[in-house]
């Protein structure tokens, strides 16, 4: 947004002048118009929606006879930790169905996203999910995003279940108060009766954590372990390392300043992994969290929004005064952080004992669609099983699915129901197609520049026949394609990245690793999509020739480093 002589951009003065996010939302919801205006847009973010249009169809004539953009919406649904029960997920799938373009996809953040709502049927869309006790209200816009958490119900283990405590707690406390999204999307515009999600009186006006204009940027918070990283702690702008002795959690060191969203021709942007900051008891992590979020809040930039996220902030005042100004908002000091590496990442597909006598079961959802296509019946698949063995849901970090709390003769009915809709199991599926994730792109996404979630399918298919030929079919390691530098799918800590740059171009990325501790580098900008693979098939080779036992491949990227992997690639296209 653009920059205003008082010294904030636009997009803050919109927010001060909303009335807590109301703006003139109610109005242009009954305007007639299918689209909302520009300042309206940006609020309506807030609410978990965004205005997008099908770029597929630009130009094209609609069935109002003109041609132009066709606008539907995206609505996102805040899930902490990712937890659902079955009746919630199944509610969902008749949403899509209803009210959207048939899919539900499965997030990233571990939340859900429907597309292509109309705007006549966007207050329906909203409405429905909070009569699930589901919201969208924070899933976008400047404020606490989704909280993620280890999705894995390991009861034998009690530390999951207190991480999932943690991630409703703190959704729970870092939630905007506004009753805006109340009186907008759950009370009946017609009789003015409604039901509040979770029950209780109507929130205040006051907003105690966000103010008026709530944050300067959006802001990300993951909650993982040192033994499962599944949620990429490093990428967030608040990590918390759960650090637990005899099954209970004592507290966390608190990773700061993470991020991955840049725009590659301004240089003041960057990705960033977050810093070990301090540790914190268990006992005071709400009120670090909060010092944590005011301090963005009061200091964040909110001039320029290409330099808003909280990793410029820690970027431009270095870790000791960031930590002193937390500390001033905590009040009192803080420990150091303990000397806990990341040593694990799991994904927590296929057969699982949970410790208490039950299973899950993690089902691989390619690029995070849940849709019906051509002998594909994912989405039945995933119904019939809601409906008839009533599992807890839970959506991973890598947009999958995991099924809980089943018992052991249920198995086979779960394999049975997948088998009949032609839904491989995630046994069935490839290691790279496993380790692999997009983002939405083209054509809804607004910012897309190339495409990524319709392409990486065939990628990935061309990578198994070349992998398997070279006897590396079983190595593991992350694929991550986002069609533009927003990093959506957090390509900048995979061991390859694919990252829209120019049409049907991408930057490769290479030396990251499943861990999630290590920022990659460029191997080599703008590659055409078809070249992607002969770009990598030389680097395997010298991988399988020369990596020393337990390294990894972006480990061995990461050790030969870039002139060390052009180097022989020239010396390999010289010997032919």
């Known amino acids: ?33 299918d689209k909302f205006g520009k300042e309206t847009i940006q609020l309506l973010k807030h ?60 997030t990233t953040r571990q939340g859900t996203q429907f597309h292509g709502v109309v705007k006549g049927d966007l207050w329906e869309t909203i409405h429905r999910i909070n009569s699930h006790q589901m919201s969208t209200l924070a899933a976008c816009g400047d404020v606490e995003r989704n909280i993620m958490c280890c999705p894995a119900p390991i009861r034998r283990d009690p530390v999951r279940d207190q991480l999932q405590n943690w991630a409703d707690r703190l959704a729970d406390h870092l939630a905007p108060r506004t009753p805006a999204y109340h009186e907008l999307w759950i009370k009946d515009p017609e009789t003015s009766t409604s ?26 918070t993951g909650i993982g372990l040192p033994e499962d990283n599944c949620v990429d702690l490093h990428t967030h702008d608040l990590g918390l390392l759960a650090l637990h002795d005899d099954g209970v959690i004592h507290g966390f060191n608190v990773i ?45 930039n909110r001039a320029d929004r290409k330099v808003a996220r909280m990793k410029y902030l820690v970027a431009d005042w270095g870790l000791t005064k960031f930590r002193a100004k937390v500390e001033e908002y905590f009040g009192g000091p803080l420990d150091n952080p303990f ?42 698949a995933v119904r019939e099983v809601c409906q008839r063995l009533q599992p807890g849901i839970r959506i991973t970090p890598h947009q999958s699915l995991l099924f809980t709390d089943l018992e052991e003769q249920q198995q086979k009915t779960l ?49 198994e026949r070349e992998l398997t030929a070279l006897g590396l079919d079983h190595e593991k390691f992350t694929v991550r394609m986002t069609g533009c530098p927003n990093a959506c799918a957090r390509p900048y800590n995979a061991d390859i990245g694919l990252v829209g740059k120019a049409k049907g171009k991408y930057t490769l990325f290479l030396g990251g690793r499943r861990l999630g501790d290590r920022l990659n580098f460029i191997y080599k900008d703008l590659v055409p999509l078809e070249q992607i693979i002969p770009e990598l098939l030389p680097l395997f080779t010298f991988f399988r020739d020369t990596h020393v036992n337990g390294e990894t491949f972006g480990d061995f990227c990461h050790r030969q480093g870039r002139n060390g992997l052009l180097a022989h690639v020239g010396e390999h296209q010289a010997e032919v």
């Open 256 to 300: 700061v300043g993470g991020g991955f969203g840049n725009t590659p021709s301004a240089e003041k942007t960057f990705p960033a992994l977050g810093q070990a900051m301090a540790y914190v008891s268990s006992d005071r992590l709400m009120d670090l969290v909060t010092a944590v979020v005011k301090v963005q809040r009061d200091f964040g």
């Open 195 to 220: 039901q509040r999600v979770g029950g209780g009186p109507p929130p205040p006006i006051e907003e105690p954590i966000y103010g008026p204009t709530y944050l300067p940027r959006k802001f990300k």
């Open 339 to 380: 000397d806990v590496p990341i040593r694990g990442y799991e994904d927590h597909l296929g057969w699982n004992e949970q410790g208490d006598g039950r299973w899950w079961y993690g089902l691989n959802v390619e690029n995070g669609r849940i849709k019906d296509v051509d002998g594909f019946g994912l989405k039945s």
């Open 47 to 106: 609410h978990g929606v965004y205005q997008q249009d099908d770029r597929d169809l630009r130009g094209k004539q609609g069935s109002n006879g003109k041609s132009g953009r066709h606008y539907s919406f995206m609505v996102r649904s805040k899930v902490p930790g990712g937890k659902l029960t079955a009746d919630q997920m199944r509610a969902q799938l008749e949403i899509c169905d209803a009210l959207g373009n048939g899919t539900l996809r499965l």
């Open 415 to 463: 394999e049975q129901i997948f088998h009949e809709h032609g839904v491989p199991l995630s046994e069935d599926i490839s290691t790279v197609r496993r380790w692999s994730m997009a983002c939405v792109a083209l054509p809804t996404c607004g910012l897309a520049i190339t495409e990524s979630e319709r392409v990486l399918p065939g990628l990935i298919d061309q990578l």
């Open 1 to 33: 947004m653009s920059k205003r002589t008082n010294g904030v951009s636009s997009s803050e003065d919109i927010k001060a002048s909303s009335a807590y996010l109301r703006g003139e939302i109610a109005e242009e919801l009954r305007d007639g118009n």
